[in-house]
Antibody
Framework: EVQLVESGGGLVQPGGSLRLSCAAS????????MQWVRQVPGKGLVWVSR????????SYVDSVKGRFTISRDNAKNTLYLQMNSLRAEDTAVYYC?????????????WGQGTLVTVSS | DIVMTQSPDSLAVSLGERATITCKSS????????????LAWYQQKPGQPPKLLIY???ARESGVPDRFSGSGSGTDFTLTISSLQAEDVAVYYC?????????FGQGTRLEIK
């Protein structure tokens, strides 16, 4: 069974940093591209970032470029999102998601999410 | 960036009736080299992550009931629930994966009338 379990969320002050983790199991993690998607509670979904299977290629939405870094450790079956210079508008539930292996960027499995709150 | 616009924002349908949600993209999602539309639909219930329903605009994900269907091509797409069940109450999102950044529609809230 595919499982994605996010952790690392919490309360952080504006300008602070946080690292999210996503532990993957039930599939060959090193074969799949992965994504982070966020959602302000009660609002819509916003794609944040994606990374290829070996970690050599990454993409970001403009609003987080230069502040967030996606990475992965295939030996630990874990996806990461390093978030620096956090702003109030980064407050959201952050989901990790597995991209389908069908050459499309859609996500076939999602974690339960971890809440990040940026506030003083 | 490709803008995805769903309509309506909310919808109330009687049990057993048809529900239709539309999604329009600001540019074509049809990739000519493979004749595929890079459009997916997701269902999100309260307190849960999104669940993939439809990909390539009309391909149903494994395990999704056949009352859910997707159609359309180019810039205009539709998600149809043929006979609404109580468990279909949720917010539905379309998503384009034709180009980065991947973008979602604003969501359509589906309720029981």
């Amino acid at each position: 069974e595919v499982q994605l379990v996010e952790s690392g969320g919490g309360l952080v002050q504006p300008g602070g940093s946080l690292r999210l983790s996503c532990a993957a199991s039930g599939f060959t993690f090193s074969s799949y591209w992965m994504q982070w998607v966020r959602q302000v509670p009660g609002k819509g979904l916003v794609w944040v970032s994606r990374i290829n299977s070996d970690g050599s290629s990454t993409s970001y939405v403009d609003s987080v470029k230069g502040r967030f870094t996606i990475s992965r450790d295939n030996a630990k079956n874990t996806l990461y999102l390093q978030m620096n210079s956090l702003r109030a508008e980064d407050t959201a539930v952050y989901y990790c998601a597995r991209e389908s292996d069908s050459s499309g960027y859609y996500s076939d499995y999602w974690g339960q999410g971890t809440l990040v709150t940026v506030s003083s | 960036d490709i803008v995805m616009t769903q309509s309506p924002d909310s919808l109330a349908v009687s049990l057993g009736e048809r529900a239709t949600i539309t999604c329009k993209s600001s540019q074509s999602l049809l990739y000519s080299s493979n004749n595929k539309n890079y459009l997916a639909w997701y269902q999100q219930k309260p307190g849960q992550p999104p669940k993939l329903l439809i990909y390539w605009a009309s391909a149903r994900e494994s395990g999704v009931p056949d009352r859910f269907s997707g159609s359309g091509s180019g810039t205009d797409f539709t998600l149809t629930i043929s006979s609404l069940q109580a468990e279909d109450v949720a917010v539905y999102y379309c998503q384009q994966y034709y180009s980065i950044p991947i973008t979602f529609g604003q969501g359509t809230r589906l309720e029981i009338k």
